[in-house]
């Protein structure tokens, strides 16, 4: 984990309310596995005060400018702009400083590479997906499952169909492919390939009804948690959540930042993991 200064080499509007910024990233390539996320600080301005988490989409390299310097190494992040801090990101430019924290957490277990993979992502919680996608095409059979509210929340189709990833596309309110929830594709998946695996990230509601789909089928499951997150680092336990086996006489807590943020179902409490995330309102 690195905390440095950096610089944006582009950032642009990808669809209405989504960015996408590539920032200069020496090092990445070594230390980042797919589900890690870094912290964004904006640098020329004070509020907002803490860092805000984005995980990383892709991780790639650009070639030198000149004989003996060094290729340009950069992360990719997609954001959603829903707020103070994600508002002042898309008014940022080429060249702006910014300071980087990352990359931290824990990642995706790849598990066997005989089982088929299912990727589930709601909306941007596709965004962690594509660096496993990347990762698992190597060695097995990758379906994705994407859904969201509108055709606006469904992100870089092609990019992972050109990893060699089969897509399957729903939206609630039928704009682009299926109408209906991507929870219902899976269970339909889960039917024909029982034997798979699947990893999904999203809007807690859509994590909760993977998890059920996947316990009533005995399938393995990791999911990425989103929590409202401080530090990003441990410190200041603004993003617990309780863990499988808590109780008060022996509370078992987890730290998003530290302990995932993707965590295999059966660590976690699932019945009480909804409306856990701290709102530190005050100090944004
Ligand atoms: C590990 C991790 C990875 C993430 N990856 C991405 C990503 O790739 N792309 C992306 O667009 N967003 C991602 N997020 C969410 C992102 O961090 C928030 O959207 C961002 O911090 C909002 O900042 P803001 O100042 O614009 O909004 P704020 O003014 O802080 O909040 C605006 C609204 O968004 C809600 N919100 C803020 N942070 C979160 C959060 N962490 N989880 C759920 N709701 C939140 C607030 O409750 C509020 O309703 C990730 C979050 C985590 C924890
Ligand atoms: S964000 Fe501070 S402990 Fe996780």
């Not at 991780?59 to 997609?78: H, Q, S, T, V």
């Not at 957490?105 to 709601?122: A, Q, T, W």
């Not at 798979?196 to 996947?214: E, L, N, R, T, Y």
């Not at 309780?242 to 530290?258: I, Q, W």
Request: with cysteine; net charge negative.
């Amino acid at each position: 984990m690195k905390n440095y200064k950096t610089i944006i080499l582009s950032n642009q509007e990808i669809a209405p309310g989504y960015c996408r910024m590539r920032i200069l990233a020496p090092g990445y390539h070594k230390m980042a596995s797919p589900g890690q996320f870094i912290m964004f600080r904006v640098q020329r301005s004070l509020p907002p005060l803490l860092r805000r988490p984005f995980g990383i989409f892709r991780i790639g390299c650009l070639p030198a400018d000149c004989d003996g310097m060094p290729d340009k190494e950069y992360i990719e992040i997609i954001y959603k702009v829903v707020g103070s801090g994600t508002e002042i990101m898309q008014e940022l430019h080429e060249g702006d400083r910014i300071e980087l924290l990352g990359p931290l957490g824990r990642g995706f277990e790849l598990g066997d590479p005989d089982e088929e993979k299912i990727l589930v992502g709601g909306g941007i919680g596709l965004v962690p997906l594509f660096m496993l996608a990347e990762k698992l095409v190597e060695t097995s059979r990758v379906r994705l499952l994407m859904g969201g509210r509108s055709r606006e929340d469904i992100i870089a189709v092609t990019e992972f169909e050109r990893l060699g990833v089969e897509t399957y596309v729903s939206t609630e309110d039928g704009s682009l492919g299926e109408e209906g929830l991507v929870t219902q594709v899976l269970q339909r998946k889960l039917e024909k390939y029982p034997r798979a695996s699947v990893f999904a990230c999203g809007p807690m509601p859509m994590i909760d009804a993977v998890q059920k789909i996947c316990a009533a089928n005995k399938t393995p499951l990791q999911v990425s948690l989103e929590a409202l997150m401080a530090c990003g680092v441990g410190a200041c336990l603004g993003c617990v959540v309780k863990g499988a086996g808590h109780s008060d006489a022996e509370p078992r807590y987890l730290c998003t930042c530290k302990h995932g943020p993707v965590f295999r179902a059966e660590q976690l409490d699932w019945n009480r993991l909804e409306n856990q995330a701290a709102d530190c309102g005050g100090c944004k």
